[in-house]
């Protein structure tokens, strides 16, 4: 019955199969459910096994059941006693063809090949960008060059693609498609025609980027590009999109060879083919217990032959990814696709961009937390592997800190006198005042917070008073205003920052200790004339004159 509804389906989906490529099913498996998403696949037509199969599995079935009727009904005793012991030869030796090693790794190699040849397809948006980026201008030469240089780019592709793909083929097949499609002119055509026939042998989609380079260098010349590097940045970017082009070639020149695919196919056929003869029912097997269901239908050698064929098949849909299989890749939906981005990016969206505005935690510098659509979407962040193995440091931290507890009490008075010591010994060493030298640590005031302790001029706050205080400002202080009273801190050391280092002016720390911010500014052109004086006359060294007492000798003038 699932057989009678799958080909209903592809007689209905038969006109749809010619223009629909490459099947994506994503949607359908992106959440794990109770019942398995792959189930719900089995019940697909296009790309599946059953439409790939179903040819080699109706001969399969028709030899299989021929040869049953011809041992029970046509063939006569020693006819039966022959097919037997060619039966049981089958069944015993089927084993020697490796079949599962070298389809496996055949198969391996065909995936690794399809999806390094996906990537290779190029994509011309970063010439795009850079290009529009680049090559400045609003007049129509400017606007024709870029939209040129993109245009050739897009030429290559489609000129790599209609080599490689018969489906590309079919849609342009003479120069004329490529003209009324918009990648070629006609003064374009006559020098690739006169190129054709002076040098047959050899592709020429190279030709379209060997233009686009050159118009790039016409720009740099009429100053339309202004810096030599953004034109080499170009250059590069061509001649990548040119390698891609050629790998493609290379990739339909040089396939899987030949007598690797030869080998994995005689391989499978010969199995089925030993198959068919080993798994069929004989008198011998009447003693055998379970046998008797072999009589009336192979249900695991049908299901044997669907692995491994399927294997086969998928192989073989998968070793050329550019013809017209259902999992094909859609090679003309990506020509119409570059060209009309490109198109847009290099002449609709040249240097346009949105209204610059203040973003919502202009204020705020970064966001502390981003809004959810719902809620509960919301997670944790993630936790290191090693979180929550428990150390020895921790275990003594956690030991110590019952005993800290109970020791705290105890020396809390001891504490008290031990401070008040220490600060007659430090105000009687430190500088008093807040200090001019630029230096963080010259403040004789300290408040770091009610957990520490706090050094002033008259009074120390002891822990025991800390810890009051904690108690009292956290039964009243509210988590939203805390939030509040940072962000009114952060805004306004950043805004002091930034006046600072305008101004030049002398800023003061959290704890009231001055200092100065010196911007480092590129000296003057009088100071550097200055310089560049007192320089040569260091290097020629001071002019000495003849004394007066010195006298010229005899017959000099």
Known sequence: MVFLCLFCQKLNLVHSDCVIMT???????????????????????????????????????????????????????????????????????????????????????????????????????????????????????????????LRYVCLCQVLVFS????????????????????????????????MDAAFPKYPKHWMPIVWASSIVMRARSENKIRDDYAVKTIIDELNKFRGYCGFLLYYDWVSVPVVYTQVVTL????????????????????????????????????????????WLKVAEVLINPFGEDDDDFELNWIIDRNLTISYFVVDEMHQEHPELVKDQYWDEVFPNELPYNEPK?????????????????????????????????????????????????FTSNFVPGPSTSGSFTDSYFLNIGHSRVVFSEDVIVSGQETQSLNRDSESTLDFNELMEQRRRERRERLRHRFMDMRQGTTRRASSGAPYRITVLRPPSAETMAQEQVDSEGTIKGPSKKPSATEKKPDGEK
Not at 284 to 293: A, K, L, Q
Request: aromatic share 14%; charged share 20%; proline share 4%.
């Open 163 to 194: 080599m490689i793909s018969p489906r590309v083929k079919r849609r342009f097949p003479t120069y004329d498609q490529f003209i009324e499609a918009g990648f070629l002119l006609e003064n374009e055509r006559t020098i690739i025609e006169n």
């Open 377 to 425: 979407m919301r997670s944790s962040p993630p936790e290191a592997s090693t979180a929550h193995i428990e150390t020895e440091s921790k275990s003594l931290k956690a030991k110590s800190k019952g005993s800290a507890a109970t020791m705290s009490v105890a020396s809390e008075h001891s504490n008290l006198s031990s401070n008040r010591s220490r600060h007659k010994r």
């Open 23 to 149: 099947v994506t099913y994503t949607s359908s498996v992106s959440t794990s459910s109770v019942v398995s998403n792959f189930l719900g696949l089995l019940l697909r037509w296009r790309g599946s096994i059953y439409k790939l199969v179903w040819h080699d599995l109706l001969a399969f079935m028709s030899l299989y059941f021929l040869f049953a009727v011809a041992y029970r009904f046509l063939m006569n005793e020693n006819g039966q006693k022959l097919f037997e012991n060619i039966s049981e030869y089958c069944t015993r030796n089927v084993g020697l063809i490796p079949l599962s090693f070298v389809l496996g790794f055949y198969v391996s190699i065909v995936m690794t090949r399809w999806w390094e040849q996906y990537s290779t397809i190029p994509w011309p948006d970063p010439i795009a960008i850079l290009v529009s980026s680049s090559l400045h201008g609003y007049d129509d030469r400017a606007r024709a060059m870029r939209r040129t240089i």
């Open 267 to 310: 391989a499978v056929y010969s199995f089925f083919l030993f198959t068919i003869l080993g798994q069929q029912w004989t008198q011998n097997d009447r003693s055998r217990v379970g046998e008797s269901v072999v009589k009336w239908f192979p249900f695991l050698t049908i299901l044997q032959f669907f692995f491994y064929m399927g």
